[in-house]
């Protein structure tokens, strides 16, 4: 087995979806699975026991600050009591790469905040960061595992 440089994926050539849409104006998206845990008391041990009980997801998503549609998510909910759920799906294919395609698809997805007003005289590009919560998760496409 023989990694090479070229085998490297530019984060460059990725692409994010929101309900099949494609978000054109992304920066970056971050997704994580914490898995949680209770702890367990063994007798003759001293160390403690861990024992997973669950799992928990959460992300960011940064933009760069082209629309309202963040803001008016959070102003639906505010005002009318609306909280919509979405699918994400974040796909990577470097083609130079050689690794292959991936695609992430993240359910259940819920925004937890956002950014309803924003100026920064230093700022060349506005962005805004948009953290949420999903409950499920699917990689129907995966990055080989073996190199070539």
Do not use: W
């Amino acid at each position: 087995m023989s990694f090479h440089a070229k085998n490297t994926i530019s984060g460059k050539e990725g692409r994010l979806f929101l309900d099949g849409e494609e978000m054109a104006y992304i920066k970056s998206l971050e997704a994580n699975i914490e898995k949680q845990k209770s702890e367990v008391n063994i007798m003759g041990r001293r160390m403690t026991g861990h024992k997973t009980t669950g799992a928990t997801g959460t992300g960011t998503a940064t933009f760069y600050k082209v629309t309202s549609r963040f803001a008016r998510i959070m102003m639906n909910y505010v005002k009318k009591g609306e909280d919509p759920y979405f699918t994400l799906q974040a796909v990577l294919d470097d083609k130079s790469s050689g690794r292959g395609t991936e695609r992430v698809t993240l359910f259940d997805v819920n925004f937890d905040s956002a950014k309803i007003a924003g100026l920064d005289v230093d700022s060349e590009a506005l962005e805004e960061e948009v953290p949420f919560t999903f409950e499920d998760f699917d990689i129907p496409e995966s990055l080989s595992d073996s190199f070539s």
